[in-house]
């Protein structure tokens, strides 16, 4: 199973494309960031964004596209943009006929570190683990994606809509996930 | 000139297109609204709605899509679903090489009643008395995309770049127009 994960953006939109080999390994298949310059007007931006998308899932052919979820609390000057490239990321896989996946920051980094108040650079630490990658990832926002992708292959046999796991059979990530998860499905 | 009006929503998206015939008049040419369920998952909706607004896009030919613009302090419950639907009428536009204008809700409605706090029953009053419309417009979301369509028509000389006019030359819903732009723009 082939995930790209997208950690939405307008100015950089972060792409991590990770692939499942065995159920607790995953490898790096390609990784960068979609970017479009302030300069221009925001419907030319959104254009050159989707066209590179389109790309992205041309060029990888992914199984699943994972998505951040965007909450409308986020930061106020950007969470207008990365709502739309999010709209656009799962525009364009439904155009492609890929099924599409939300995730929320918490539950990615609690599939990745184990808790789901991890920062960024613990988040970072534990995907350049994960996938055995030496050079630090920049931007952050392609460790973000990468994050992403796993915490999609990660996700406890439960979630999504298969049969639930008792949490004692559950990895302390994955546990951690699950709870992260059901904190969220509270707040909704 | 041709313009179609974009009121974003996920739900209930409104179109209205409207044509220019002479400076102060302006005729009603269609308009309608573009929906998707809300039992149907983010990715399908949005589907749904891109491809009924290439639809309108490609049946009306428009010359500009005038779209409302998005703020982050809207209604927290709907405003991530109305921010990616204006991205999508935006990518939409960009793609059909149509020229995108955005205009705030106080533009709006300083534009067709003269008063940037009108309310959405004097907006609709004023859209009906404008196109000649003799029937309510339903739903509201109809005569608010067709108010936009209006507003762009109708903006001051000085908007978007042309030379501007001086504020006494001007009639009191293009006055008022431009007062809500210029507190618009201090507010960015």
Do not use: Y
């Not at 609390?73 to 996946?101: E, S």
């Not at 439960?158 to 699950?178: I, V, Y």
């Amino acid at each position: 199973m082939r995930v790209l994960g997208v950690d939405p953006g307008l100015t950089r939109c972060g792409i991590g494309v990770v692939e499942a080999v065995g159920p607790r390994r995953a490898v790096h298949v390609a990784s960068g960031v979609v970017t479009s310059s302030a300069d221009d007007d925001v419907d030319q931006r959104l254009l050159v964004v989707a066209t590179q998308l389109d790309e992205w899932l041309e060029e990888q052919v992914p199984d699943v596209v994972a998505v951040e979820q965007v909450f409308a609390q986020a930061n106020v000057r950007t969470v207008i943009g990365t709502a739309q490239v999010a709209g656009l990321a799962m525009l364009a896989a439904a155009r492609h006929g890929i099924p599409v996946a939300t995730h929320t920051p918490t539950e990615v980094k609690a599939a990745v570190t184990g808790s789901g108040r991890a920062d960024k650079a613990q988040v970072q630490t534990m995907v350049r683990k994960i996938l055995s990658i030496d050079a630090p990832i920049r931007p952050v926002d392609v460790s973000d994606a990468l994050a992403l992708a796993i915490c999609h292959l990660w996700r406890p046999a439960g979630a999504l809509g298969g049969p639930r796991r008792p949490l004692g059979a559950m990895t302390p990530a994955q546990r951690a996930w699950a709870q992260a998860e059901q904190a969220a499905r509270r707040n909704r």
